[in-house]
């Protein structure tokens, strides 16, 4: 590549969303034949810097260059006629129609509309770089990774020369993602330039041939990925040496705490979510559960949580001092607290479900406990000291109190919810995907947080989806595969390729 | 391919957040610019002094002692409503209803008139009149409410409709008790006895409406800021999601949220008949029912900057009036005065939240004023 003119060269791109600034004067190149991984913690504005690319923002200053000619990007349209196309995080397909329809779907073209041509320059692309599409397949009957496939083919049929991948692996299995990586790969051999944006160090290991670190906004290293390592790069996105090895203490004293039994969810649409699930959490240790998204994980907490109708099956609660059972199914959310069973639920939506984004942490933190005493008036003051404490013991980043919590970063946010669930020292902790879309450090202060609360006796359950993450803090780990449980390892010696194959085919390698 | 093309000439931008100094100044400078638009309007218009119009509507809400009043009365009367809808809002539930609930409240309370008047004290009578508005408006609230939390219905179109049901009873009442007969009105109910009637307190007729809407202002400030109902109140209305994750029952708290919003606009119907006009009629809420949402909106739910936007739109209709009648104008130049007021107003919130980046500017418009 030495000597080559870049496809692409931004050269002081800056970018400020009010007080923020998202990129400051950020240089970056991206060349023909080189896949480019773009690293950063979140909030580094990877994906701010890539948006302008596409045009859906438009930089405050800088110069864009396309083939050595300066160009100004003002909608996604203008990108695609430079031959930039852009793979977002959230996919934009329309669910009803099939995946030939959304390809061509805003394209402008004469006359009649001949789909057996659409559908053979797809089947072409396809062929020509390793893609199984099939172009009449509607979506609404794709997996995730399918539906990833249809919008890559979707920006190549537009002719595009540069692919952005915003956080392509996020959503996948294993499997799912050597896939990807090998037609990655069979594009940038055709010289296709391809950026794809990552916080995995990993992945940036195996397929990228450079890497870009951004750190608030800046580029803080651009190096060949031969010539570094994980513990370098890490370094660069955090900007001091971290630790990247999760603790994963002995369990003691485990006893049951939480006996489910053939639970079965059916959806409003009487779609089955859940069927026939069987397992017991202990306390003192981590469950995690794994699976492909949308495999049940969240039908199974909001069951036992009591926010989903339940058609058969038990969850029955072992008090910890009594040993009584009691059953959960049938109760709602708070007449399972006056029963005295303390469970704790971190939901995946943190600002939709778990908090309000438009109150502060006080009002917040009050959500649990505004209830307490008779009177008419609800006591804002312990709850106000309990915001400073989780301000002050989780070191959450905040101008004060009084902040609405929409305002914080997502590691933040996180850190308010995990605070007060653990406040009020519950012994079932129930939390979904706690540490998507945080960066590093918030990550292993939340790991932090769930293995206290896993020594202090509580039976913790953690829905994931990074398997590398699973397999290091979980003791145990129940896979699901389409609402079924597929099976449950042992999180010490379990193997990332099984779990993975579990994850995809009911009981894995044995359901073959 | 288009290669070199220009960066577009304005963008809209969301603000982080602004300081309540500046965006209460935005709104002066907002109201400023709407006198300035408005005397060019009627300069070109009607080839008056905009300075002397201006003048005339002034004294028009607050030329003498009496018209001081009849403003407060009438600011009073908007104010109760806005306090009404302000809980419901909080919820997010357009409660769009007000002129219904406010008409059963009336017709309630016309009907202790003309039943009960004579039979038992004054202050007895009011009380009883009091209790029985606010049931029938609570009534009239709670239909809607009932229907959206048992079954989905959409509460904007339902409580409209409840709107037109309590015309047709309005209708119906005023043809029962029509006064004297052949006038297709009620008339002055009570005109010698005055039973019913607010009593002048202090020699001041309107005095017992300020109390009341006034008491109302603080308890529903008090109710929607620090009581636990409040809260719930504000956590249904942000994410009804986090409302059932904490176990709130969301449904009692619409039901019960909207029968309170009733109740108010109720006790406005009360305040509107035996507190002013001593009648009812169809046009008893006379549209404010909307314009409180107005109201409730701008003032973010505020019960005591409500009082400041309702005595702006009274004082604008009352100047409008003057303005019409002292200079023979139609009504319809007055109501573009307000209009136009009202627009500036609405629009400077625009740009309370947002700003705009015009071309070449991007990098120094820091902190610039934007109106």
């Known amino acids: 590549m030495e000597g080559s003119v870049p496809a692409i060269r931004m050269r002081d791109i800056t970018k400020t969303f009010g007080p923020t600034v998202a990129n400051d004067r950020v240089k970056l190149d991206i060349y023909r034949g080189e896949i480019l991984a773009l690293l950063g913690e979140n909030g580094s504005g990877k994906t701010t810097l890539m948006n302008m690319l596409s045009g859906i923002y438009f930089p405050d200053a800088g110069q864009i260059f396309v083939e050595d000619k300066e160009v100004s990007i003002r909608s996604p349209k203008d990108a695609y006629d430079l031959g930039i196309g852009m793979i977002h995080q959230h996919f934009k397909l329309v669910d009803v129609l099939t995946a030939a329809e959304n390809i061509i779907l805003g394209m402008t073209g004469k006359g009649r509309l001949d789909m057996k041509a659409v559908d053979d320059k797809i089947r072409e692309i396809c062929s020509l770089y390793g893609f199984d599409v099939d172009p009449k397949q509607k979506i609404y009957d ?25 956080e392509p692996t996020a959503v996948l299995t294993p499997q799912e993602t050597d896939k990807l990586f090998s037609v990655l790969r069979n594009m940038r051999n055709d010289g296709k330039a391809i950026v794809i944006i990552t916080h995995k160090l990993h992945e940036v290991e195996e397929i990228s041939d450079r890497v870009v670190v951004l750190r608030r906004g800046q580029n803080v ?7 570094t390592n994980a513990a370098e790069m890490t370094n660069m996105m955090v900007g001091r040496s971290v630790s990247l090895n999760i603790n994963r203490p002995e369990p003691k004293n485990q006893k049951p705490r939480l006996v489910v039994e053939n639970l079965t969810v059916k959806d409003i649409d009487g779609v089955t979510k859940l069927s026939d699930v069987s397992f017991t959490a202990n306390s003192g240790e981590i469950l995690g559960i794994a699976g492909i998204s949308g495999c049940g994980q969240r039908e199974l907490l909001e069951a036992i949580a009591g926010l989903q109708c339940v058609e058969s099956g038990s969850v029955a609660y072992i008090n910890p001092e009594t040993e009584a059972k009691i059953e959960l199914i049938g109760k709602d959310p708070c007449a399972i607290s006056s029963m005295g069973v303390a469970l704790s639920f971190v939901p995946e939506d943190r600002l939709g479900m778990g908090l309000v984004g438009n109150m502060d942490l006080t009002d917040n933190m009050m959500l649990r406990s505004y209830r307490c005493g008779n009177s008419p008036f609800a006591d804002r003051k312990s709850p106000n000291s309990l915001a400073k404490r989780v301000v002050c013991e989780l070191e959450v980043n905040t101008p004060g109190v009084s902040t609405p919590v929409r305002k914080l970063s997502g590691g933040n946010v996180q850190k308010v919810l995990v605070g007060r669930e653990i406040s009020s020292a519950p012994s079932v902790l129930m939390t979904a995907y706690a540490v998507r879309g945080l960066d590093i450090n918030s990550s292993y202060t939340i790991y932090d947080l769930i293995n206290r609360q896993k020594e202090q006796g509580v039976a913790v359950i953690f829905v994931g989806e990074d398997l590398d993450v699973l397999l290091e803090l979980c003791d145990r780990i129940l896979v699901l595969c389409g609402g079924k449980v597929s099976g449950i390892v042992d999180g010490r010696s379990a193997d990332k390729r099984d779990v993975g194959m579990m994850m995809t085919k009911l009981g894995g390698e044995a359901g073959k | 391919m288009n290669h070199k093309v220009k960066e577009p000439f304005v963008r809209i931008t969301k603000r982080d957040s602004m300081p309540v100094w500046r965006g209460w100044l935005t709104r002066l400078i907002g109201l400023v610019l709407a006198l300035i638009v408005c005397a060019i309007v009627i300069f070109a218009m009607v080839k008056l002094n905009p300075l002397k119009v201006y003048g005339a509507m002034w004294q028009g809400a607050f030329g003498s002692t009496k018209r001081i009043w009849v403003t407060t009365r009438d600011t009073m009367m908007l104010l109760c409503i806005g306090i009404g809808l302000a809980s419901a809002f909080k919820m997010r539930f357009w409660n769009i209803g ?11 309370t016309a ?20 209790a029985v508005s606010a049931v029938a408006g609570a009534v009239w609230g709670v239909i809607p409410a009932f229907f959206k939390a048992r079954f989905g219905t959409n509460e904007t179109l339902f409580t409209l409709m409840m709107n037109y049901v309590a015309i047709q009873l309005t209708s119906y009442f005023v043809a029962k008790w029509e006064n004297p007969f052949g006038s297709n009105t009620v008339g002055v109910i009570n005109q010698t006895t005055k039973a019913g009637w607010f009593p002048a307190i202090l020699n001041q007729q309107y005095l017992l409406n300020v109390i009341i809407v006034m008491a109302l202002t603080v308890i529903v400030f008090v109710y ?7 809260y719930e109140i504000s956590v249904v209305g942000e994410s009804e999601r986090t409302a059932r994750y904490i176990g709130i029952n969301v449904r009692r708290v619409i039901i019960r949220t909207m029968m309170i919003s009733g109740a108010i606009c109720g006790i406005a119907g009360f305040i509107a008949v035996s507190g002013a006009s001593h009648t009812i009629s169809t046009s008893t809420a006379g549209g404010r029912g909307f314009t409180a949402i107005i109201v409730a909106w701008l003032a973010k739910f505020n019960t005591f900057v409500m009082i400041l936007i309702a005595a702006l739109l009274v004082f604008l209709e009352k100047g409008a009036m003057q303005i019409a009648s002292q ?21 400077s919130e625009f740009f309370i939240n947002y700003r705009l980046v015009f071309r070449g500017n991007a990098l120094r418009e ?6």
């Open chain 2, 111 to 130: 009907a202790c008139m003309i039943y009960l008047g004579g039979t038992m004290p004054t202050w007895l009578l009011l009380v009883v009149m009091f």
């Open chain 1, 221 to 227: 290293g651009d190096v060949p990925t031969k010539e």
């Open chain 1, 142 to 166: 794709m997996s995730v990774s399918q539906k990833q496939t249809v919008e890559i083919v979707k920006v190549l049929y537009r002719g595009a020369e540069i692919l952005i991948l915003d």
């Open chain 2, 327 to 347: 200079y023979n104008l139609n009504d319809y130049a007055s109501q573009m005065i307000t209009g136009i007021i009202l627009f500036f107003i609405l629009g």
């Open chain 2, 224 to 230: 929607l800021r620090s009581s636990k109902q409040g």
């Open chain 2, 366 to 371: 820091k902190g610039g004023e934007t109106v």
């Open chain 2, 98 to 108: 007000a002129e219904g609930q406010i008409l059963v409240g009336g017709i309630a």
